[in-house]
């Protein structure tokens, strides 16, 4: 079947008569013109005259063009390679100084909460203007708003594989969006947690029983079949994403819940709450296994230490290897409205170490990626970089004009899979392994997401 059209052909065939005739082939300008049943006439003035000539020269000259621009991109390549940016950016001891790379303005009320995609040079922004808002944190470039709510987006998240992204509105919503499907959920005052398929005019497609009062954080468990909420309702719950069901409802703790957030293999959760105490459940039961008390005051936010934070925080507490050493969930930090960073051995119960020095509420806190330093966001409207292995405070960034409530460190697949295969959580904290890119956002009560590069 041929790829040209008609006219094409014709005037593929008379260039091919006219070079034939011209070269004195008349045996072959003859064959052809009968084969083709092209009715042509040699004129040294017509527009065939030379074109097939012309044609394969220009298919030359522009080969050998591809060819030098190749050469000269895999040249520039190389010479990017050995650039000190690009040399800082694989730097394992990176942490951000100022100024900013960028600063992103669009949001009309606080940021609240900033997630990266794991893919892509994405970062989600959620605000209490109702919105949030994509941006291309390479660039700096602003991408679209996701509009639709009528109160104040509490959190946000993309699962582990970049198909979805989640958010939450403060007595609102849930919201899972799509980076190429943008399938969407949300949940209302209507106490229903709804999902919408933008690429069907935003039908309804699923609901999900919601909260009883504000909706505090949302986070995708290992494995990205449920999802964990926490509310004001004092109620952490568990959703199956296919089926929409509530799978578990985990009550213990007297007040507000501020944060949840699984273990890297999905056993464990950890909360935080106004009950001012730190709490540690068996996310297959929801059974709460310890109960931490030494916070004075709201506790804003707990995370689980990575694996490559281990041998620092053993350092600092001269804590012995043990056969349990690599396993997740083994270390907790937690940060309050008290001023204070507290470390945990989140099997025990036991607090390791009490991080002072902020001079305001702490809001948000990340994990360096080569387990060496913990960073901090705080209302005092800094960063600080803690030494696991010493406990000290090693840098003090000032980041925003205002409250610092949210930060989060890039992340990145390093298999790049995008199937959307169902895993158990055991095998996803196998499968895909996540790689973190020198790369940090911070948002603020100042309205603008602030990207740190090197």
């Not at 059209?5 to 005037?11: A, F, I, T, V």
């Not at 203007?129 to 390479?138: F, H």
């Not at 969006?177 to 933008?198: A, E, N, Q």
């Not at 050493?325 to 083994?330: H, S, W």
Request: charged share 25%.
């Amino acid at each position: 079947m041929s790829l040209l059209s008609d006219r094409q052909k014709e005037d593929l065939h008379k260039s091919m008569l006219d070079y034939l005739y011209a070269n004195n082939f008349i045996a072959a300008f003859n064959a052809l013109k009968s084969d083709a049943g092209t009715q042509y006439t040699p004129d040294p003035k017509a527009k065939y005259a030379g074109l097939l000539e012309k044609k394969w020269t220009s298919v030359i000259r522009l080969q050998k063009k591809i060819m030098d621009l190749e050469n000269r991109n895999a040249a520039l390549q190389e010479e990017l390679s050995l650039s000190p940016a690009k040399r800082a950016a694989t730097q394992i001891d990176w942490v951000p100084r100022a100024p900013a790379a960028h600063v992103l303005t669009g949001h009309r009320s606080p940021v609240t909460r900033v997630a990266f995609h794991p893919q892509y040079s994405i970062i989600a922004s959620a605000s209490e203007d109702a919105t949030v808002k994509i941006w291309d944190w390479e660039t700096g470039e602003f991408e679209r708003t996701l509009k639709g709510h009528t109160k104040a987006v509490m959190d946000v998240e993309f699962d582990h594989k970049g198909h979805l992204l989640g958010l939450h509105l403060s007595r609102d919503s849930i919201e899972l969006l799509g980076r190429s499907i943008f399938p969407t959920v949300t949940c209302s005052s209507d106490l229903f947690i709804k999902i919408w398929d933008s690429q069907n005019e935003w039908k309804n497609i699923k609901t999900f029983p919601g909260h009883d009062h504000s909706v505090s954080a949302v986070r995708f468990m290992p494995g990205d079949q449920y999802i964990v909420s926490a509310s004001r309702d004092r109620t952490i719950r568990v959703f199956d994403i296919a089926s929409t069901h509530l799978v578990r409802t985990i009550s213990g703790h007297a007040e507000w819940v501020r944060c949840v957030v699984p273990s890297d293999d999905g056993k464990w959760l950890a909360s935080g709450s106004k009950d001012h105490t730190v709490r540690i459940w068996d996310a297959q039961t929801g059974e709460s296994k310890l109960e931490l008390r030494d916070h004075e005051n709201d506790v804003e936010v707990v995370t689980f230490a990575p694996v490559a934070a281990y041998a620092a925080i053993r350092e600092l507490t001269g804590t012995p290897n043990t056969d349990r050493a690599k396993r997740p969930g083994l270390y907790l930090a937690s940060g309050a409205r008290d001023k204070t960073i507290k470390l945990w051995d989140a099997q025990t119960g036991q607090m390791l170490r009490n991080l002072a020095g902020h001079d305001n509420w702490i809001r948000a806190l990340a994990f360096h990626p080569s387990g060496k330093y913990l960073l901090s966001a705080s209302d005092d409207k800094t960063i600080r970089i803690w030494e696991l292995s010493t406990g000290r405070c090693v840098k003090t960034v000032d980041a925003h004009n205002h409250f610092v409530t949210t930060l989060a460190w890039g992340r990145q697949m390093t298999s790049g899979g995008t199937t959307a295969t169902k895993v158990t959580a055991s095998e996803a904290s196998l499968a895909d392994p996540e790689k973190l890119m020198n790369v940090v956002a911070t948002g603020s009560v100042d309205q603008t997401v602030k990207i740190w590069l090197p």
